[in-house]
């Protein structure tokens, strides 16, 4: 299959909230990056995550598999350090085969979940 994407994407937006009505994993407050990866070579990704008060983190490391998709929670990420609960931030994916990048935030502080998903920005 052909390559499809960019290889740098942002999502300006992110939050991720310290507190949950709920215990179970699928519904733990999180935000998550889908990354699709439809080229026929792996695709090694970097993301760096910026904060309105204090300098960047990362890079975060990962690759996507070949004609696969990976759906990463930003909550899961620790190497280099881990996201700030409660902090807004923003993300810059780079990548060296061309992806496609989706923004979902789950926000289950209240009983009353919300669900919230947007293409992030592509360039280059």
């Known amino acids: 299959m ?4 960019r290889k740098r994407w942002a999502i300006p937006e992110g939050y991720i909230p310290s507190e949950s009505s709920f215990s179970d994993r699928a519904l ?3 935000e998550t990056a889908c990354i699709l990866n439809a080229g026929d070579d792996d695709a090694h990704v970097t993301i760096t995550i910026l904060f309105a008060d ?4 990362g890079p975060y490391r990962l690759t996507v598999a070949a004609r ?7 909550n899961d990420l620790d ?4 996201i700030p609960r409660d902090t807004d931030y923003a993300s810059v994916f780079e990548s060296d085969m061309p ?5 979902t935030r789950l926000d289950s502080r209240h009983s009353e979940v919300s669900l919230m998903s947007t ?4 360039e280059g």
């Not at 696969?68 to 930003?74: A, E, K, S, V």
């Not at 992806?99 to 923004?103: K, S």
């Open 79 to 82: 190497d280099p350090a881990p």
């Open 68 to 74: 696969r998709t990976l759906h990463l929670r930003f």
């Open 28 to 30: 733990v407050s999180h």
């Open 2 to 5: 052909e390559a499809i994407g």
């Open 54 to 57: 204090r300098e960047p983190v």
């Open 119 to 122: 293409v992030a920005y592509p």
């Open 99 to 103: 992806i496609i990048v989706q923004h």
